[in-house]
């Protein structure tokens, strides 16, 4: 049995030098990485980046190299990390604290536990450092989504706005281009600086502005900006009216959001009905309690 522990033992240490050794270890980036970087745009030809000065972006190189080889691919929330404005280093980074986090919390609690005399088998320590290190990694993928699903409604939001101004120019004589652009320089929002710095893409690279919109849908997985940009661009291929397109997008998108404040209201109200159905359970034992210790007692046994 002692054998057995300590090959186990020495296995588990060999591999934990491995994965620090291959986390440490820089490796070539791969032609997936590559092409990726050269799809965004303001990314020149050449790979190599500035170096790095701050502790925390070199802390979050050597995590990134080491949950990839854990075998997790940061780069396949390229788009949550967009609408975040996260680095896969920084989001590789909070994950390797969490994980750690979750190693130190369950032992320190234990340790707790034993000097005020309560003892804890090892063996539940290391399920609970267990369950709490996989939490901790986990706990950063959760948060990012749920901060990229406030990122595409705060955007659904500023689209509807930014469509209502560009047809106040378009209703005032102003040209598309000049709408396009005068109804972006007019906010100051993250959402308004994503179209502001699409249009500047767009008037550097000549292509059209529906075009870059569209790069930026699937980019940023925003649904309802892609089919602004085919509806537009079917228009305007077409020589349809853009203006009354663009109204009929707007109305939509204010129907999707006043739908969808209603649902988040409604789903907010049956919430509050779960703590006041407790505080009612709890007022009735609190009340009932005494009647029934009183009705026990007196029809029990008489010695």
Known sequence: MNTLVMVLLGAGVGVGVLLIWRAITPRPPSIDEILAQLAKPGIGIDHSAPATTSGIDKAGATARRLVEALGYDVQRRHQELALASKTPERHAFDKVVGVIAGLIGPNLAAYVLMI???????????????????????????????????????????????????NVLLAGGAGIETALHAAADAGDGWGYQMIRAELRRARLTGQSPWDTFAQLAERLDINELAELAASISLAGSHGARIRSSLAAKADTLRGHQVAETEAAAEAATERMTVPVAVLLFGFLVFIAYPAVIQITSVSGPQP
Do not use: M, N, W
Not at 140 to 146: N, R, V
């Open 116 to 166: 005020i005399g309560v003892p804890v088998p090892v063996g539940v320590i290391a399920l609970f450092s267990l369950a709490t290190a996989i939490g901790g990694f986990v706990l950063p993928d959760l948060l990012l989504h749920d901060e990229a699903e406030k990122r595409r409604q705060a955007f659904r939001h500023t689209l509807s706005s930014y469509l209502d101004l560009v």
